[in-house]
């Protein structure tokens, strides 16, 4: 079964700073996509950026980068210039590219922004 | 089209009491998927369904739960009985197969059993 792991339940960052948030995950798979989802305290969850795991290149979004190390099994998200809108939990999710294409969440990290 | 929508927001039930919430997919999406997410949590897979068809549910959908997509549009998730242990926030996703992208999802409904 597939798992994704989220180290840090909280980060904190100064706005216009860079903060970078870690994923790790685990699977046997070789074709399967990866997202960063954001969830601010309205709830709904919003997709920050995928990534496609037979592409070497690392996904980009504006001021949201992935660094995508396949052979490791990590993720992570790098946010650049974090603006006080950016403050909401952020999830990491795994999901494969056949079948059920159900997503698989890690606990998630609560990022806050100070001002 | 304005995304996925769940009715209602909020819900609190007594412990034992029926409850059925309801999500409009994004309509021209075929894949619905149900989701719990509990405090502190990530969310958690519980069924889904391609048009109207049923494909799979988690060992986390007892069988005091149900779900339906009457002819590929709406879906309904409806608890019986409801437990103390129900109590969470149900999203809803929708999605277009074979797109490879991420999923829209719906505000959630948030179930409070007293």
């Known amino acids: 079964a597939q798992t994704v792991t989220q180290s840090q339940p909280e980060m904190s960052v100064q706005e216009a700073e860079t903060v970078t948030l870690s994923c790790t995950y685990d699977t046997s798979e070789s074709d399967y996509y990866l997202f960063w989802y954001k969830q601010p305290p309205s709830r709904q969850m919003i997709l920050v950026i995928r990534?496609?795991?037979?592409?070497?290149q690392n996904a980009t979004e504006n001021r949201f980068s992935v660094n995508f190390q396949k052979a490791a099994k990590s993720f992570s998200l790098k946010i650049s210039d974090s603006q006080l809108g950016d403050a909401a939990m952020y999830f990491c999710a795994y999901r494969r590219n056949f079948g059920n294409e159900k997503l698989t969440f890690g606990t998630g990290t609560r990022l806050t922004i100070i001002p | 089209d304005t995304g996925v929508s769940q009715d209602p927001r909020h819900k609190i039930t007594k412990r034992g009491q029926n409850v059925t919430f309801r999500c409009d997919p994004i309509?021209?999406?075929?894949?619905l998927y149900w989701y719990r997410q509990t405090l502190g949590q990530g969310p958690e897979f519980l069924t889904y369904f391609q048009n109207e068809a049923q494909l799979e549910k988690s060992r986390l959908l007892s069988d005091r739960f149900s779900a339906e997509r009457p002819k590929g549009s709406f879906s309904t998730l409806e608890i019986q009985r409801t437990e103390q242990g129900d109590s969470a926030m149900y999203l809803c996703?929708?999605?277009?197969?074979?797109?490879?992208?991420?999923?829209?999802f719906g505000s959630g409904t948030r179930l409070t059993v007293v």
């Open positions: 996703a929708s999605s277009l197969d074979g797109t490879g992208g991420g999923y829209t």
């Open positions: 990534q496609e795991a037979y592409k070497q």
């Open positions: 309509s021209e999406h075929n894949r």
